[in-house]
């Protein structure tokens, strides 16, 4: 079992920024980067589903994006620490939400930003851009 662990949140103002951590281990035994080859942060407001925000797959080097965040965030992940990153710049009011971490296989490309594609969540980490 993958146990995602979210930090980072807080409160900034617009145009502030935040980076937001997940680190990943296992309950059971070591997790490696293969275990979790696809990784994505997702957020949710109250009365909203979840929306995916952005995506890595496990070389680093392919990840795709929201249009809401293109240009102003960006995911990556250390495989030799197993966290993974999101680097929000240029905050919004429309960015607050829980930012949840997940975790699961690589699946298609087709199914990237759908939640139930992946198997592992974290609890959330609440960010909030007042206006």
């Known amino acids: 079992q993958v146990v995602l662990v979210e930090s980072g949140g807080g409160s900034v103002p617009v145009g502030g920024s935040l980076r937001l951590s997940c680190a990943a281990s296992g309950n059971t035994r070591e997790i490696t980067p293969r275990d979790i080859p696809r990784m994505a942060w997702f957020r949710q407001v109250p009365g909203k589903e979840r929306e995916a925000v952005a995506v890595i797959y496990l070389g680093g080097l392919t990840s795709s994006y929201a249009d809401s965040v293109k240009g102003r965030f960006t995911i990556s992940r250390d495989n030799i620490n197993n966290i993974m990153y999101l680097q929000m710049n240029g905050l919004k009011p429309e960015d607050t939400g829980m930012y949840f971490c997940?975790?699961?296989?690589?699946?298609?490309?087709?199914?990237?930003?759908?939640?139930?594609?992946?198997?592992?969540w974290g609890q959330g980490t609440q960010v909030t851009v007042p206006s």
């Open positions: 997940a975790a699961g296989p690589t699946g298609t490309w087709a199914d990237r930003l759908s939640p139930s594609s992946y198997r592992h």
